[in-house]
T-cell receptor
Framework: RKEVEQDPGPFNVPEGATVAFNCTYS??????FFWYRQDCRKEPKLLMS???SGNEDGRFTAQLNRASQYISLLIRDSKLSDSATYLC????????????????FGKGTKLSVIP | DGGITQSPKYLFRKEGQNVTLSCEQN?????MYWYRQDPGQGLRLIYY???????QKGDIAEGYSVSREKKESFPLTVTSAQKNPTAFYLC????????????FGDGTRLSIL
């Protein structure tokens, strides 16, 4: 099983639509979770951290389900500028030895918002 | 402004040549990382350093070398032993705490001549 798995897409949605991305992770000891956004040929940029209770930042909502080892990102009222690849990122936490500070990146889900 | 600076933006390597990619940060971060990204692939960790004068191999360290003589700097050398070096190279840093996200430089694209 891949460590961090995402649907590669692409997701093609009209402006104003709501779109949801899902991500599963295999390491049950994972402690921290993030969503990054990567524009074409650019570096990844942090979109938001994901907290156990779920968290919201404007049009973006992230949720974590530890029991199912599942993370989600919901984007409401999609804008053209939301078009990008969204990366699910997981850290294995402080108790996993030499790899404790490593992040594992999913391959990303591509979103295209269409006028 | 605080940030991570990578240079050069584009780099071309001849066969048998070693090349060095620069990464400098002024965020006062303890930990620094090097990743490689190939088209359609996730980021893969090459090397990381949690403190000055110490670094660890990541998942794909073969054919690469690093040094961490200063807190601000973490250069990556792509040696001639790396047979498939064409990729997008990304440097990142964070405080080193496991729950802190990493912040990235804008990357170096390396191609073979």
């Amino acid at each position: 099983r891949k460590e961090v798995e995402q649907d590669p897409g692409p997701f093609n949605v009209p402006e104003g639509a709501t779109v949801a991305f899902n991500c599963t992770y295999s390491n049950s000891a994972s402690q921290s979770f993030f969503w990054y956004r990567q524009d074409c040929r650019k570096e990844p940029k942090l979109l938001m951290s994901v907290y156990s209770s779920g968290n919201e930042d404007g049009r973006f909502t992230a949720q974590l389900n530890r029991a199912s080892q599942y993370i989600s990102l919901l984007i409401r009222d999609s804008k053209l500028s939301d078009s990008a690849t969204y990366l699910c990122v997981v850290n294995s936490g402080p108790h996993s030895g030499a790899g404790s500070y490593q992040l594992t990146f999913g391959k990303g889900t591509k979103l295209s918002v269409i006028p | 402004d605080g940030g991570i600076t990578q240079s050069p933006k584009y780099l071309f390597r001849k066969e048998g040549q070693n090349v060095t990619l620069s990464c400098e940060q002024n965020l006062n971060h303890d930990a620094m990382y090097w990743y490689r990204q190939d088209p359609g692939q996730g980021l893969r960790l090459i090397y990381y350093s949690q403190i000055v004068n110490d670094f660890q191999k990541g998942d794909i360290a073969e054919g690469y070398s690093v040094s961490r003589e200063k807190k601000e700097s973490f250069p990556l050398t792509v040696t001639s032993a790396q047979k498939n070096p064409t990729a997008f190279y990304l440097c990142a840093s964070n405080s080193g705490a496991f729950n802190q996200p990493q912040h990235f430089g804008d990357g170096t694209r390396l191609s073979i001549l």
